[in-house]
Nanobody, 127 residues
Framework: QVQLVESGGGLMQSGGSLRLSCAASGRTFSFSSYAMGWFRQAPGKERDFVAAISWNGGSTYYADSVKGRFTISRDNAKNTVYLQMNSLKPEDTAVYYC??????????????????WGQGTQVTVSS
């Protein structure tokens, strides 16, 4: 059983910062063998790609809407992936999900290609 547990969400004013964490666990889950991604879903909208990071942190990939404001990183010793969110905007309001992808060759923005998902954490940005 693989578990991904997000934390760090909350209410923030526009222009502020938040750091999300996603802790992975599972008896047979090798965190360092997976690329990791962050997605978000606002009410009434589809789940959108935010960022992804390769298994060793050497490659990252961002949605245009967050490029330059958000940073994805990981600590394989702690089985944790992070999303540092700066210069937050009201349109960043959504439930944020982390996900694990066993495909190691290419970082993907497509949610269907991810194998495991967390339960999500709410981020609300007020204007």
């Amino acid at each position: 059983q693989v578990q991904l547990v997000e934390s760090g969400g909350g209410l923030m004013q526009s222009g502020g910062s938040l750091r999300l964490s996603c802790a992975a666990s599972g008896r047979t889950f090798s965190f360092s063998s997976y690329a990791m991604g962050w997605f978000r879903q606002a009410p009434g909208k589809e789940r959108d790609f935010v960022a992804a990071i390769s298994w060793n942190g050497g490659s990252t990939y961002y949605a245009d809407s967050v490029k330059g404001r958000f940073t994805i990183s990981r600590d394989n010793a702690k089985n944790t992936v992070y999303l540092q969110m700066n210069s937050l905007k009201p349109e960043d309001t959504a439930v944020y999900y982390c996900a694990a992808d066993s495909t190691v060759l290419v970082l993907t923005p497509h949610p269907d290609e991810y194998d495991y998902w967390g339960q999500g954490t709410q981020v609300t940005v007020s204007s």
